[in-house]
């Protein structure tokens, strides 16, 4: 079966750094999408960056453009998040997605394999 896993969040402050893994198993990941998502507390889940099989093709929301960077390593099966310049509106629960979809694809509901997602808190 599929399977996501999440590690690398925590506490940080404001101006900080994080590096978020997502380490995929069960599936053919060199042939995946796989993006990050993010859902604050009493707000809807939302896109934050994605990344195709090729690794040539990444989009990015507004609010993290030139602030994050998505990468992907296909020999280790993992996706990576690098958040710089963090700021306290960053603060989330951050999952990891993937799924079989040309492109980078920002709609939630077209990925359906999902990580139990990890914690980022910036502190002001």
């Known amino acids: 079966q599929v399977q996501l896993v999440e590690s690398g969040g925590g506490l940080v402050q404001a101006g900080g750094s994080l590096r978020l893994s997502c380490a995929a198993s069960g599936l053919t990941f060199s042939r995946t999408?796989?993006?990050?998502?993010r859902q604050a507390p009493g707000k809807e889940r939302e896109f934050v960056a994605a990344i195709?099989?090729?690794?040539?093709?990444?989009?990015?929301s507004d609010s993290v453009k030139g602030r994050f960077t998505i990468s992907r390593d296909n020999a280790k099966?993992?996706?990576?998040?690098?958040?710089?310049?963090?700021?306290?509106?960053?603060?989330a629960v951050y999952y990891c997605a993937a799924d079989f979809l040309r492109g980078t694809n920002n709609n939630m509901g077209e990925y359906d394999y999902w990580g139990q997602g990890t914690q980022v808190t910036v502190s002001s």
């Open 33 to 37: 999408t796989m993006a990050w998502f």
């Open 52 to 60: 195709d099989w090729s690794r040539h093709n990444t989009g990015y």
């Open 77 to 91: 099966n993992t996706v990576y998040l690098q958040m710089n310049s963090l700021k306290p509106e960053d603060t």
